[in-house]
């Protein structure tokens, strides 16, 4: 088997507050396979946004990154400095943002957007990069593609916009592709579109795909395997059907019960939800973050649980016991 | 495009004829013209006198259209004091302004653009701060105070250049300087305020994921959008710089349209006051327009491309 596209482990992300720092991200191992999609789930404020940014090298300033190990399409990035990722972003690794609405520049046209990351890093010329621009508005969906490219993005819907966005992902024909939440800022309608054509951009081009998102429909949808993220850590992982048939941490038992499902469950009847609130990060956690609202907690739970190897990872005594 | 162009020049016309009127008003609402061209020794029946030989007694509408039909064939009057035409004298003194305040505006653009840029890329940085106290000193230390201390340290003590007037290039270093000096500040300030909060765009974020070089990033999807406030804010500074300084024209004794402004209105030298009031306002209105036509070639959402 080739190395993967993505292997990283114990990987910890800190912001400086006050006299201690915000543990955002607190060890976490992550692995996407050549071709392979990943969807990343958890809640608002659960680090991974800020996972994503780390594997672009576009964290703020006063982000301190660390790893264990951290290699992303052959390359050692544990300690890479700014250099390093210019050798990366747009070169094999492209991303698509969460708001298409301000993630183009008002005021360059979307051709010259388009085609200039690979001008810049893939040597192309300025008619091959327009041809290509042209050829992957048409794959993405936009009609007389050839006459937008002298357009500027308010003359675009925000439907269209998220589309020109993959466009200028895929421009530089990336292995490993990271979508931070890409249909969160769109309509519902549009949002079924972006999603199957994401999917069918996958699978064509073998992209390998992060997608991250707190969308379980999302997931169970596209998902070749599932990474659930809690207060910085992943507690469960696995391939989406064994997480979808049989979740085995609490939490993400407590998130499938919050999906309601048309014919099962009744109308109006109140949805399932988890109660309490997410710990605050600064400084030390101790054992399972979850353990304060979680219904089957026990006093093991103050130790953080040890993850067996395998395919199907949860992050939990009670599930290490309940294994078979 | 052409139609954004077409909008703002009836704009522009329309501003200038008010502007017009009201500088036309203007001798009248600062009393009796008559009287004060005869003189506070002059008696009534000559000010009766000067009222029928200028036309004063006639309608304010007729005067006015008078006026402006006159103006219009490039003839401003004659100077009461000088008794010459306004156009030979203001013709003599403009020029000087328009090169000093041209000069000026050059050179705190040349400082200001790229010290906001350098700021904004560290804020809190040694260079921010220390472009921070050149702002503030800019800003805080009066012109009159930096001009005469300027010709005693380099025209007094080293001789390096002249102390006053404008007989050879170095004349203009100082004037230029000071001036530029106190313009500089503001338009430092607007880039880098504007470099910073563009910096923190997602599209500059989408443009780093890219894969572009920083200073393509830097330069062509940040600055572009930076200076869009800076050209509406830089357009109002020439302005100020171009109607000339009266300070800095007396302190370096430069014979330039504030000094003649200042001087007319003492002399109550009506004709050139209201001339210089109306070019002025022309210039104001020329480099504002000028300003927004530059903004619309700048940004697509404002010349409403569609």
Not at chain 1, 28 to 38: F, K, Q, V
Not at chain 1, 170 to 185: G, K, N, Q, V, Y
Not at chain 2, 5 to 31: D, N, T
Request: charged residues 15%; contains cysteine.
């Amino acid at each position: 088997m080739s190395e993967p596209l993505l292997d990283l482990e114990d990987l910890r992300i800190s912001f400086p507050a006050g006299p201690e720092r915000l543990n955002a991200v607190r060890g976490l191992d992550l692995r996407i396979g050549a071709g392979e999609t990943l969807c990343l789930v958890g809640e608002s404020g659960c680090g991974k946004s800020l996972t994503a940014m780390s594997l672009m090298g576009l964290l703020p300033r006063e982000a301190q990154v660390g790893a264990g190990r951290f290699r992303l399409l052959g390359r050692d990035m544990a300690r890479a400095r700014p250099r390093d990722w210019a050798g990366l972003r747009g070169r094999g690794l492209s991303m698509i943002f969460q708001d298409p609405m301000t993630s183009l520049n008002p005021v360059l046209g979307v051709g010259r957007q388009l085609t200039e990351g690979v001008i810049a890093t893939g040597g192309l010329s300025r008619a091959a990069a327009e041809a290509r621009a042209v050829e992957l508005l048409e794959r993405v969906g936009i009609a007389r593609a050839a006459s937008r490219l002298g357009q500027y993005p308010h003359q675009f819907s925000g439907g269209q916009r998220q589309r020109l966005m993959i466009a200028m992902a895929l421009m530089s024909r990336p292995r490993l592709l990271i979508a931070d939440e890409p249909t969160t800022a769109l309509d519902v309608t549009i949002q079924a579109q972006i999603l199957r054509l994401l999917a069918e951009l996958q699978r064509d081009l073998g992209l390998g795909l992060l997608l991250i998102t707190h969308d379980l429909g999302v997931v169970a949808a596209i998902a070749d395997r599932v990474a659930v993220m809690y207060a910085g850590r992943i507690v469960e992982t696995g391939p989406a059907a064994d997480i979808f048939n049989a979740p085995a941490h609490p939490y993400t038992r407590g998130l499938m019960a919050a999906i309601p499902v048309p014919g099962r469950t009744p109308r109006g009847a109140l949805l399932p939800a988890i109660p309490g609130r997410v710990p605050g990060l600064t400084g030390r956690l101790e054992g399972c973050a979850f353990r304060e609202r979680c219904s089957v907690a026990v006093p093991a739970c103050a130790v953080r649980a040890p993850q067996p190897a395998g395919a199907h990872r949860t992050e939990c005594h009670l599930a290490t016991e309940a294994a078979p | 495009m052409l139609v954004y162009l077409l909008r703002r020049l009836v704009v522009a016309f329309c501003v200038c004829l008010a502007v017009s009127v009201l500088s036309f008003a203007l001798i009248f609402l600062a009393g009796d013209p008559a009287i004060a061209i005869a003189g506070s020794g002059g008696s009534a029946r000559d000010a009766e006198a000067v009222r029928i030989a200028y036309g004063f007694d006639r309608p304010f509408a007729v005067q006015y259209l008078d006026w402006i039909g006159h103006v219009l064939t490039g003839d401003l009057g004659r100077s009461i004091y000088f008794n010459m035409p306004v156009t030979e004298i203001i013709g003599s003194r403009l020029p000087v302004t328009l090169v000093l305040g041209g000069l000026a505006f050059l050179a705190a653009l040349a400082v200001a653009l790229p010290l906001g840029i350098l700021a904004a890329l560290k804020p809190e940085g040694a260079l921010d701060r220390a472009a921070l106290l050149l702002a503030v000193t800019g800003q805080a230390v009066p012109s009159f105070w930096l001009g005469l201390m300027a010709i005693v340290v380099f025209g007094v003590w080293t001789g390096w250049v002249p102390i006053s007037g404008l007989a050879s290039w170095q004349g203009y270093i100082l004037p230029v300087a000071v001036l530029a000096f106190s313009a500089m500040p503001a338009m430092m300030r607007i880039t880098r305020s504007g470099m910073i909060e563009v910096l923190g765009s997602d599209y500059v974020r989408t443009a780093r994921a890219k894969g572009l070089p920083a200073g393509q990033v830097i330069l062509s999807h940040a600055l572009r959008n930076a200076v869009l406030p800076l050209v509406s804010l830089a357009a109002v500074q020439l302005g100020v710089l171009l109607s000339g300084s009266i300070v800095i024209e007396s302190v370096f004794a430069i014979n330039g349209l504030g000094r003649l402004a200042w001087e007319s209105l003492l002399r109550a030298d009506l004709p050139v006051v209201q001339a210089i009031i109306l070019i002025l306002s022309a210039v104001y209105v020329l480099l504002t327009t000028a300003g927004d036509l530059l903004n619309a070639w700048l940004d697509p959402r404002i010349r409403g491309a569609g």
